[in-house]
């Protein structure tokens, strides 16, 4: 029978205790009941739990929302969880919270979410998510599998922490790649995984095209552009009229030439120099995209949706279409283009006299690659005499600037991208490491003299700037933690771009920065776009923004905008919030682009060693799990696994503030930069190693 004075008990011990849950012996215990009252005990709860005045979840009880709770939307991040770990996260401000694998409702990676707030332990919140607000994601990309007799989709994305059952299969067979409309998102409390019906099958897993087109509609990104872009691009021309010129400066007779990647068919800007006996006069040429898309214009809109374009091996999906990127807009060689043209003199000591913005006209002289021009820097290629002197004339200013950013603290870390080397029908047959070759370096420097110069010229009024925050201290604490124990001081002054270069400028030798440069990125805060100037920390600059990629990137062409504005002496074309809601958009859809790309190169990896299975290899130990050592090899830019399980010749205990383990019995330890001899044992979502003896 339902008792009004047990009921009031068990409400103030579950509000008195609202973080903790009760089974129904902890509550008869915790109000001390008396036997004959436990049928009444078990009638009262009911009660309780059917009208909403407390909560029941895996047979206990907790209270309801009280004062001292909260409700947070967040976003869902199941990065632990797909590594077996028996908790999550919930990424809010101003802190992310954790929830514990059992409170984690249905939701799935990225999902927007409501958390209720309970407790805090150890500066941490801990709560329970009530409620999806929002799916990331109605539907999954991944390889379709039969077993017993049922039928599953295991998800391309190992952050989707379970597998999905399939009730309609279409056609799909075996092995094949599927996209899985949800119908269904289960139930962890009742163990029922989560479901949907096969609306398109792909094709076979591991053809690299599949693959590749597996990973954009999984990301949801955008194939084809909708009609009423091409009804504008109708009315585009690239026929540029006297007017047009007239309003201009023509630069058609200045040496002009663009040095790109071989591979790149959008080339935004171009360089010239002028060197006199007082010193040099640079001029970065960028294509004027703004000129032919209007703000308020569909193309626009679509460029600000796309946000960039999506770089992949063999296939670009780009911000704006191929008569744009490729065509009007592209600076290609002996074709007048129109342009903005940052125009900085320095004198013979490589300091800046002047700088300044106008619009122009050119007409490029010669298309190079960053091969051919480091060819010629080797003198291994021989040039025009006019443009080898260009040349030979901006190495010595770009390498004057390089020597200026590392004195005002500019951090340059030694991180190398993957080259993937393709046979005719698409397949990885070599993978390599880029090099920051001088090309690279002058071109790099040449653009961040544009980048910074913009962004001081529109500091006075509202922008978008590009920003990278300082580290926090207690990550830089942690990273000295770590580094000390391996005879590398990290003394901690005022100035941390100052004890960041004196830590890189410490590192011994090739080895320790292909650990450490990368455990110095992440002890890093992620560069952004925002319309509050924090100054941009890795490059040591107060004002810096993105003006030299308005072909791919919707920041530039922003900013293109604003800047042709203020040489009109108008208005900027950008309110406040629409500048704030653009700069969002610009942030999550690079962030898209990253992971996207990175996806896309696991895959080709994954494809390229699953055929390599039993080879012999020397790797480099550059991370330390609980559980696992994070190994590169030396051959390719691979990293894999090594399980700490695999190693029986003794027990091995870690020791997470020295990232080594160390043998109990004898005494063997395994730490960053260590040298191994490995087997590649097996290929799945990750790559896995054995040591060899």
Not at 407 to 430: A, K, M, Q, S, W
Request: net charge neutral.
């Amino acid at each position: 029978m339902y008792d009004k004075n047990l009921a009031y008990s068990i409400i103030k011990l579950l509000e008195d205790n609202h973080h903790n849950y009760f089974k129904i012996k902890d509550i008869a215990y915790a109000i001390r009941l008396r036997k004959h009252k436990y049928k009444d005990l078990v009638d009262t709860l009911f009660k309780l739990a059917k009208d909403g005045e407390i909560n029941l979840k895996n047979r206990k009880y907790y209270a309801v929302k009280t004062k001292r709770s909260q409700n947070i939307t967040g976003t869902f991040d199941a990065t632990t969880l797909a590594r077996n770990k028996s908790f999550a996260f919930v990424k809010a401000e101003p802190e992310d919270i954790f929830i514990s694998s059992e409170d984690t409702l249905n939701a799935y990676h990225k999902d927007t979410v409501e958390v209720e707030v309970n407790y805090q332990r150890n500066g941490k919140k801990h709560g329970i998510i009530t409620k999806i607000v929002k799916r990331a994601n109605t539907k999954i990309i991944g390889t379709f599998q039969e077993y017993n007799g049922k039928y599953y989709i295991i998800p391309d994305n190992s952050r989707i922490h379970t597998n999905f059952a399939v009730n309609d299969i279409l056609t799909a067979a075996t092995g094949e790649k599927v996209v899985l409309e949800v119908t269904n998102w289960g139930s962890r409390e009742y163990h029922k995984i989560p479901a949907g019906n096969v609306i398109e099958v792909l094709g076979k897993a591991g053809n690299p095209d599949v693959e590749v087109l597996s990973v954009i509609m999984q990301y949801d990104l955008p194939l084809e552009f909708p009609q009423n872009i091409f009804n504008e691009l109708n009315d585009l021309s690239d026929e540029i009229s006297e007017a047009i010129i007239s309003k201009r400066k023509d630069l058609r007779d200045l040496l002009t030439f663009t040095i790109d990647p071989a591979s790149a068919k959008d080339y935004d800007d171009a360089i010239s120099l002028i060197s006199s006996k007082n010193g040099y006069t640079l001029y970065v040429h960028i294509a004027d995209v703004a000129h032919y898309i209007d703000i308020g214009s569909n193309l626009f809109k679509e460029a600000a949706k796309r946000g960039n374009s999506y770089y992949f091996p063999k296939r670009v999906i780009p911000m704006l279409p191929e008569k744009i990127s490729n065509k009007i807009c592209s600076l290609r060689p002996f074709e007048d283009k129109l342009t903005l043209t940052v125009q900085t003199q320095y004198n013979n000591n490589f300091k800046i006299i002047s700088q300044s913005v106008y619009e122009s006209i050119i007409c490029s002289n010669a298309r190079f690659n960053y091969e051919e021009i480091d060819e010629f820097f080797d003198e291994k290629k021989e040039l025009e005499p006019e443009i080898a002197e260009t040349l030979i004339n901006m190495r010595k200013l770009s390498t004057a600037l390089t020597k200026n950013r590392i004195n005002c603290g500019y951090l340059r870390l030694n991180i190398p991208e993957t080259i993937f080397i393709f046979d005719d029908e698409g397949h990885v047959v070599d993978l390599g490491r880029s090099e920051e070759t001088d090309s690279h370096k002058m071109i790099e420097n040449f653009m961040l003299v544009a980048n910074e110069y913009i962004a001081k010229e529109l500091s006075i009024g509202k922008t978008i700037y590009r920003i990278h925050e300082k580290p926090d201290e207690d990550r830089l604490i942690k990273l000295k933690e770590e580094i000390t124990s391996y005879n590398i001081k990290m003394e901690m002054h005022q100035n941390m771009n100052v004890v960041l270069q004196k830590l890189l400028n410490q590192l011994p030798d090739e080895n320790y920065h292909r650990v450490f440069d990368r455990k110095i990125l992440r002890s890093m805060k992620k560069a952004k776009y925002s319309v509050e100037n924090l100054g941009h920390f890795g490059l040591a600059m107060r004002y810096y923004t993105h003006f030299t990629s308005p072909i791919r990137r919707i920041s530039d062409l922003i900013i293109h905008h604003q800047i042709k504005n203020k040489l009109n002496s108008q208005q900027t074309p950008f309110s406040s919030s629409h500048l704030f809601k653009l700069a969002k958009i610009a942030t999550e859809r690079e962030q898209i682009a990253d992971e996207s790309e990175r996806e896309v190169d696991l895959k080709n990896k994954t494809i390229f060693m699953k055929k390599k299975i039993g080879d012999e290899y020397t790797a480099i130990i550059i991370a330390v799990r609980n559980n696992s050592l994070i190994v590169e090899l030396d051959r390719y830019p691979v990293t894999g696994i090594i399980d700490i399980s695999s190693l029986n010749d003794d027990y091995y205990e870690f020791f997470p503030q020295h990232s080594r383990f160390i043998g109990k019995r004898n005494g063997k330890i395994y730490k960053l930069t260590d040298k191994l001899k490995v087997l590649l044992s097996s290929v799945d979502d990750e790559i896995h190693f054995k040591v060899l003896k």
